[in-house]
């Protein structure tokens, strides 16, 4: 069964970075993209990019390219975001999500819930 | 990119159908049918149940439709049902190859 596992709770200093994982199973991994999703509390949900599993390549929204990086290990099978220079308006839950065909996100992780203060 | 504009809510009785809009311009929704609808339970992950305007996924109840006109696509969910009160998003393909979600709507079933 095709799921995406993402890393535990974090909670961090204004400042600081972080990575949260993604890690995949149940499907071909090259098949797919990956996008990353946020979601501050009782807030909407906010795009934040995505990355392809071919050949590395991001494409990030306008509001993150200075702070967020997309990466992906194919031998693990595992995607990863790094936010640089955390917030407190950072605070949010953060999905990963598989693409279909740059278009829809069919599978969702659990969500990692970042706390900056 | 801005965010798309749906209504904040929406409420219909069992039984009910509602439509929830979605509104963006011709670089977004206008300009693709790539048009996609996210359904979210409190404290849970989104879920795809349309996609490509139209299209349901294997699973999803044939309740849920979608169509689109001009700048405007639109979320049909008939027999509402008590299961279906949660938050609806919309999200568009977008001329700058990314994806732009709508503002979101919470249905509640009366």
């Known amino acids: 069964q095709a799921q995406l596992v993402q890393s535990g709770a974090e909670v961090t200093k204004p400042g600081a970075s972080l990575k949260v994982s993604c890690k995949t199973s149940?499907?071909?991994?090259?098949?797919?993209?990956i996008s990353w999703v946020r979601q501050a509390p009782g807030q909407g949900l906010e795009w934040m990019g995505w990355?392809?599993?071919?050949?590395?390549?991001?494409n990030p929204a306008q509001k993150f390219q200075d702070r967020v990086s997309m990466t992906i290990d194919t031998t693990t099978t595992t995607a990863y975001m790094d936010v640089r220079s955390l917030r407190p308006d950072d605070t949010a839950f953060y999905y990963c999500?598989?693409?279909?065909?740059?278009?829809?996100?069919?599978?969702w992780g659990q969500g990692t819930l970042v706390t900056v203060s | 990119q801005s965010a798309l504009t749906q209504p904040a809510s929406v409420s219909g009785s069992p039984g009910q159908s509602i439509t929830i809009f979605c509104t963006g311009t011709?670089?977004?929704?206008?300009?693709?049918?790539?048009v996609s609808w996210y359904q979210q339970h409190p404290g849970k992950a989104p879920k795809v149940v349309i996609y490509?305007?139209?299209k349901r996924p294997s699973g999803i109840s044939n309740r849920f439709s979608g169509s689109k006109s001009g700048h405007t696509a639109s979320l049909i969910i008939s027999g509402l049902r008590a299961e279906d009160e949660a938050d609806y998003y919309c999200?568009?393909?977008?001329?700058?190859?990314?994806?732009?979600f709508g503002t979101g709507t919470k249905v509640t079933v009366l």
């Open positions: 999500a598989r693409v279909v065909a740059w278009n829809y996100l069919d599978l």
């Open positions: 149940g499907y071909t991994f090259l098949d797919y993209g």
């Open positions: 990355i392809s599993t071919h050949n590395g390549q991001t």
């Open positions: 011709s670089t977004d929704v206008g300009g693709y049918n790539s």
């Open positions: 490509d305007v139209s």
């Open positions: 999200t568009s393909y977008t001329i700058n190859s990314n994806i732009v």
